[in-house]
């Protein structure tokens, strides 16, 4: 019997995904829960298991297509044993469409989301608008308009009336070229603005999104003709790349980036890995990488200063009450910043053993959508690299990112006498909008402090 291979909704804001790889070729034997393709979304990367074991019949959507979810991807032909036409594994935890467009939005992110709004005193008056444009729009006939929660806050923060915007997806849906082209005035898809309504954010300028606009970004910025000369050669950008220019030109346009370096002594957390990195590992079972130290400062800080944890929604400051450290990790293809949720209920070893876990799956595609989002603050390390140090680019929704140098024996004077100590080069990049510099070298100082002056034990 034929058993349908589906595209799998990968989180309920997600409706859709690309075909980035085909690990199998028609024609080829495959076992149940045996990789068969690889998918990317806004979200993740990842690996997607056969349904049924039997023979890959049929491959009907080809490498770098995007199709949207329940698109019937591949046919597997079985003897009828174990057979189902159900979704692959990743699939089945997916919020059914309908339910999930009632949703609210996630913010625009990089490889990461906006954590969900810990509302401050001073709203609790009056809902975020955020809340309050979350519903369906409903067109004049009454019918709800289908799009997704990105859809909804674009035409939001543009002012564009959805019930105007034609929908070219399944069922009509209003997808995202769709709404992008309407924003852009192009085409048949251009839809009259909302009368009546609030003019859009000046702090929010419009969003790039999906790779046409990318595409469009740079070729704003650099005429054609002044790239192709001499002799090229042309390579497409991967659906990860492509997001990744997307969120850190949004980034850039919407944060006003500043910028703190500091110097941090680490001779002390230096000592204590040395002497300790062999029994942690036959401890624990997990490696002691020099991260954790800093995780755990990050996150006195954060709870001595949280507004450097916080988001921006116009003119409302959102203050997280938890935590959710993303932490970057360099993957082959790209870049991608997994959450440790609540990492300030967690101590050394949990974010030690959190944080192997989550780069080891994001280095084997197995991440989940959930597990790149909300976070609200973000470390990223180009020391582990050589560089001595880095300015990052802020990861959004976020107002602040942390950026590690390399560790490195350096001439210091102490006590008025040269000596040799393991010293790091810290910088904080944050949004000028919310963050002053009073409270970001505060904040640096209260890492700076917690590092040079290592209490807490590993074990």
Same mark, same amino acid.
């Given at each position: 019997m @034929?058993?349908?291979?589906?595209?799998?909704?990968?989180?309920?804001?997600? $409706?859709? =995904?690309?075909?980035?790889?085909?690990? *199998? *070729?028609?024609?080829?034997?495959?076992?149940?829960?045996?990789?068969? $393709?690889?998918? +990317?979304?806004?979200?993740?990367? @990842?690996?997607?298991? +056969?349904?049924s074991a039997g023979v890959l019949k049929e491959i009907k959507v080809n490498e770098?297509?995007?199709?949207?979810?329940?698109?019937?991807?591949?046919?597997?032909?079985?003897?009828?044993? =174990? @057979?189902?036409?159900?979704?692959?594994?990743?699939a089945k935890a997916a919020v059914p469409a309908a339910a999930s467009a009632a949703k609210s939005a996630p913010p625009a992110n990089v490889p990461a989301s906006g954590a969900p709004a810990a509302k401050t005193e001073a709203a609790k008056s009056a809902p975020p608008a955020e809340?309050?444009?979350?519903?369906?729009?409903?067109?004049?006939?009454?019918? *709800?308009?289908r799009s997704s929660p990105l859809v909804r806050r674009i035409a939001r923060e543009h002012d564009v009336d959805l019930t105007q915007v034609p929908g070219s997806g399944a069922g009509g849906r209003v997808s995202k070229s769709d709404i992008l082209a309407a924003v852009e005035g192009g085409g048949s898809s251009a839809a009259a603005p909302r009368t009546g309504s609030a003019p859009a954010r000046a702090s929010a300028p419009p969003p790039v999104s999906g790779g046409a606009s990318a595409s469009a970004v740079l070729e704003n910025a650099v005429p054609r003709e002044k790239m192709y000369f001499g002799h090229y050669e042309v390579q497409p950008m991967s659906v990860m790349r492509q997001r990744i220019a997307e969120h850190m030109v949004l980034s850039k346009r919407v944060s006003p980036h500043v910028y703190s370096v500091d110097e941090v002594n680490v001779s002390g957390i230096a000592a204590i890995r040395a002497k300790m990195k062999n029994k942690f590992e036959e401890t624990t079972g997990t490696k002691l990488t020099f991260m954790p130290f800093f995780v755990r400062a990050a996150v006195e800080g954060l709870r001595t200063f949280p507004t450097v944890n916080s988001s921006v929604d116009g003119t409302n400051i959102v203050l997280h009450k938890e935590c959710n450290i993303g932490v970057a990790v360099a993957l082959d293809w790209g870049l991608i910043v997994p959450v440790i949720k609540n990492a300030e209920e967690k101590n050394f070893l949990g974010i030690a053993r959190a944080m192997n876990d989550l780069a080891e799956r994001a280095r084997a595609k197995k991440l989940k959508p959930e597990e790149v989002a909300d976070g609200t603050f973000a470390i990223?390390?180009?020391?582990v690299f050589g560089g001595l140090f880095g300015l990052p680019v802020i990861n959004q929704p976020n107002v602040a990112i942390l950026g590690l140098g390399t560790i490195e024996k350096r001439p210091v004077v102490i006590d008025d006498a040269i000596a040799i100590r393991s010293m790091v080069y810290l910088t904080l990049s944050y949004d000028h909008r919310?963050?002053?510099?009073?409270?970001?070298?505060? $904040?640096?100082? *209260?890492?700076?402090h917690t590092l040079e002056n290592w209490t807490e034990d590993i074990l």
């Open positions: @034929a058993v349908d291979v589906i595209m799998p909704q990968m989180g309920e804001s997600i $409706f859709e =995904g690309t075909i980035t790889k085909w690990l *199998k *070729k028609a024609g080829d034997k495959i076992e149940r829960d045996e990789p068969l $393709f690889e998918i +990317s979304t806004d979200k993740v990367d @990842a690996e997607i298991p +056969s349904p770098g297509q995007t199709v949207p979810i329940q698109t019937v991807v591949a046919i597997i032909e079985t003897d009828g044993a =174990g @057979a189902q036409s159900a979704a692959p594994a990743p809340t309050v444009q979350q519903k369906p729009a409903v067109s004049a006939s009454g019918e *709800k308009v990223t390390n180009p020391g919310v963050v002053d510099g009073a409270v970001a070298h505060q $904040f640096m100082g *209260k890492i700076k």
